[in-house]
Structure formats: structure tokens, C-alpha cells
């Protein structure tokens, strides 16, 4: 059995920032790309970042040089720092993880999602 649970949604105004953190647990062998996506009022779900567990990146044209991810893989976290925010960033955000499963190969998993409201 494989959780994410994630943490670090709020309300902020226009401009401020908040970091969202999601922790991997359960039994399994290692945790391979996590990532945060995104899925506004009315929209389909969108891939906001992701990293690698050797920590390459990437991340939509719509975050780049405001929403910065990382991975502490001693603790099967990933974060997502989110500055400059802006009311269309609004959204409930999600986080996934690739984990290699013991004798059952690698499993795609979802947080149960965590919402940012950006309004004054």
C-alpha cells in the first residue's frame, strides 16, 4: 500500500506564496519521477512540474520562473515553492509519484489534492 500525502494549501493574496508538500509512504522499494498538477474550476487537469530522482526538471510554461520543485529522497518528499502568485494559479493541486513496487513493478499514484486560492 503506497500514500502520498500532501500538505501547504491555503488562501494568499496576489503576489504572496505558499509551499505545498506531498510525503510518499508505505511499503516500497524507491520513488521515481514526482510531480504536481493542477486542476482549476471547469478545467482539465494540467502538469505544473515534475522531477526526476536524480532531480532534472521541468516544468509548464505558465510556472517557469515563479513555482520552483525539489525532492528530499531521504524522504520521499517533494515540495513545490510557489512565488508570485497569481488568481489564475488558483486550483486544486495535485501530487503523483512512479513507485516501485516489491514484486509488483512501478505503480502510478495520486495525492488527494490540496487547494490554493490566490484572491485579495
Known amino acids: 500500500q503506497v500514500q502520498l500525502v500532501e500538505s501547504g494549501g491555503g488562501l494568499v493574496q496576489p503576489g504572496g506564496s505558499l509551499r505545498l508538500s506531498c510525503a510518499a509512504s508505505?511499503?516500497?522499494?524507491?520513488?521515481?519521477?514526482m510531480g504536481w498538477y493542477r486542476q482549476a474550476p471547469g478545467k482539465q487537469r494540467e502538469l505544473v512540474a515534475t522531477?526526476?530522482?536524480?532531480?532534472?526538471?521541468d516544468y509548464a510554461d505558465s510556472v517557469k520562473g515563479r513555482f520552483t520543485i525539489s525532492r528530499d529522497n531521504t524522504k520521499n518528499t517533494v515540495y513545490l515553492q510557489m512565488n508570485s502568485l497569481k488568481p489564475e494559479d488558483t486550483a486544486v493541486y495535485y501530487c503523483n509519484a512512479m513507485v516501485l513496487r516489491y514484486n509488483m513493478g512501478l505503480g502510478n499514484y495520486w495525492g488527494q489534492g490540496t487547494q490554493v486560492t490566490v484572491s485579495s
Open positions: 522531477v526526476s530522482s536524480g532531480g532534472s526538471t
Open positions: 508505505g511499503n516500497f522499494f524507491s520513488v521515481n519521477n
